[in-house]
């Protein structure tokens, strides 16, 4: 009989990779990315030198392809003008972990270029534009991953005195990058263009995965119960010390009717930052996951792993 962990195994290898710049046909380059015991492919973005130049050796056929305009339906272009909207351009980005919506983090450095950074979000929180975005780095690699999280900034202090900066963020939304980091005038910190993931367009489920993935989605309420209950019981945590992880959990409540906003909720509770130990590592994929059936699917195997892990039945790690 196929148990929790293998499930859990099969979920993560089937995940696809991010698709760079989908919209573009700028070459790919994968690599290996490691969630715990298991590897994903994801996608690196590389520009290849042969995407400059022309591979056909006849120039005026070039041209004259290159000239042909694009015949694109109304369906096309409603498409491409979504895409513009979920847009952001020239976002200041920081490469250290990897979050979900609702987590939140708090560091202190004493770096240079961060405080440079510091002093430009302090310039665009006058003007209600401060926003930075946050990427994970790939295990398997040590490459930062294509896919992260807008965060909000709740705290961002600079003491001149130890030349120091705290910042304090909660993360939002999630977003895919769409092209290289650039670097910014003062050379102290990397932005990117990136799309959003919300509102996107996905593949459309057939009826017996909307099934599926509604029938998952039922279950995690009473899974999460049981998740809370055995951590109590078994000491590994209390509900004073799971307030400062989750912040979101008495908040703003499971969502209700989101199949793939309760999904990315559970697998923020269960693999929160810090951790509790108590989960396999999988925040970055459920940051690659495509639609909704994959990020149920995957919620739900976690919290059962994690729960047999916990009650002592099949140990993660």
């Not at 003008?81 to 990897?98: E, F, K, N, Y």
């Not at 929160?272 to 699917?297: F, H, T």
Request: glycine share 6%.
């Amino acid at each position: 009989m196929t148990t929790v962990f293998s499930l859990l195994l099969l979920i993560f290898l089937s995940l696809p990779a991010p698709i760079f710049g989908w919209i573009s046909s700028t070459p790919q380059r994968y690599h290996c990315h490691t969630v715990g015991s298991t590897s994903v492919a994801v996608a690196s973005p590389r520009r290849s030198s042969s995407f400059l130049h022309s591979s056909s050796s006849n120039e005026n056929d070039d041209a004259e392809t290159a000239a042909t305009p694009l015949s694109l339906s109304s369906s096309d272009l409603e498409r491409l003008s979504q895409i513009r909207q979920r847009q952001r351009t020239g976002l200041p980005i920081m490469v250290l972990d990897a979050m979900l919506p609702g987590q939140r983090l708090e560091f202190s450095l004493r770096d240079q270029r961060f405080r440079v950074l510091a002093k430009h979000l302090l310039l665009l929180e006058e003007t209600d534009e401060a926003s930075l975005g946050m990427v994970g780095f790939d295990p398997a690699t040590g490459d930062p991953l294509n896919v992260g999280v807008t965060v909000k900034i709740l705290k961002l202090e600079i003491d001149d005195t130890n030349n120091s900066c705290t910042l304090g963020i909660e993360a939002d939304a999630m977003f895919q990058v769409q092209n290289e980091p650039q670097m910014d005038d003062t050379e102290s910190y990397y932005t990117v263009d990136v799309e959003m993931v919300e509102g996107r367009t996905e593949r459309d489920l057939t009826v017996d995965e909307q099934v599926e993935a509604q029938g998952l989605h039922d279950k995690i309420p009473d899974l999460i119960q049981e998740w809370l209950a055995l951590l109590y019981q078994t000491g590994r945590a209390t509900p004073e010390n799971m307030e400062p992880r989750y912040p979101f959990l008495n908040s703003n409540g499971m969502p209700e009717d989101d199949i793939g906003a309760r999904a990315v909720w559970a697998a923020a509770l269960v693999n929160p930052i810090p951790s509790l130990g108590v989960c396999l590592e999988i925040r970055p994929s459920m940051l690659i996951c495509q639609n909704d059936l994959e990020r149920v699917r995957l919620a739900h195997a976690s919290i059962a792993a994690s729960i047999d892990h916990v009650s002592g039945k099949q140990r993660l790690f």
